[in-house]
């Protein structure tokens, strides 16, 4: 009697998970991802930098005249209230159209009424030491953005702006008792001359 052929058994086999995958064997490296950067343009240079300290400079030069604008104000402001209160206090001023009298006069007239050369020279020290201190603050946080120790920095823009007004003084006097002219155009017209010597002192020295 012939025994019957045995059929081998059949083993299911599972589907693998449709959201699993196959880790990678761990002695195969993964490919380097190819580098995306675009190459420079090999006819496009950088900006040297001579050129661009220069568009430095000269957006410096732009905010301390803008800063010494704002000096020049001050100055004249305090130039002139400081002779209105002399000619004020020696009785010189005694009515609202006296006042307005006095202003035309410091501006168009060289020689105004009950005001000494003493007073305009204390006038012209006055709107110097206010403007100093103005314009620095300005010139710190703004023009030059330093952020030194004040205690070193004050010192160097004040001598800077104590030769500077030795220079604004000669040329003040030149104009007021040589060239004939009336108090105020003398004081703007000396500060004018000397703002860009006083910039680049400042520069190369107080925030360096």
């Known amino acids: 009697m012939t025994s019957p052929t045995r059929r081998p058994a059949v083993v299911p086999t599972t589907p693998p998970d449709a959201g699993t995958t196959t880790p990678p064997d761990a002695g195969t490296a993964a490919p380097l991802e190819a580098d995306t950067a675009t190459p420079p343009d090999a006819g496009t240079a950088a900006p040297p930098a001579g050129r661009d300290g220069l568009r430095v400079t000269l957006l410096q030069f732009?905010?301390?005249?803008?800063?010494?604008g704002s000096g020049v104000i001050v100055n004249l402001i305090v130039f002139t209230l400081v002779l209105l209160v002399w000619q004020l206090a020696s009785g010189h001023i005694h009515s609202a159209s006296g006042l307005v009298s006095s202003v035309h006069g410091l501006v168009v007239k060289k020689d105004t009424q009950g005001l000494p050369a003493v007073a305009a020279y204390l006038a012209n020290a006055a709107g110097f030491i206010v403007s100093v201190?103005?314009?620095?603050?300005?010139?710190?946080?703004w023009t030059f953005r330093s952020t030194?120790?004040?205690?070193g920095e004050l010192p160097k823009f004040f001598t800077v702006s104590l030769i500077a007004y030795g220079g604004q003084l000669a040329i003040f006097w030149l104009l007021r008792e040589q060239a004939q002219l009336a108090p105020i155009p003398s004081q703007l017209m000396a500060i004018v001359f000397v703002m860009p010597i006083n910039?680049?002192?400042n520069k190369l020295w107080s925030f360096r």
């Open 62 to 68: 732009v905010r301390f005249c803008l800063v010494g």
């Open 148 to 151: 030194k120790d004040v205690s």
């Open 133 to 141: 201190m103005t314009n620095y603050y300005l010139n710190r946080r």
């Open 199 to 201: 910039f680049i002192a």
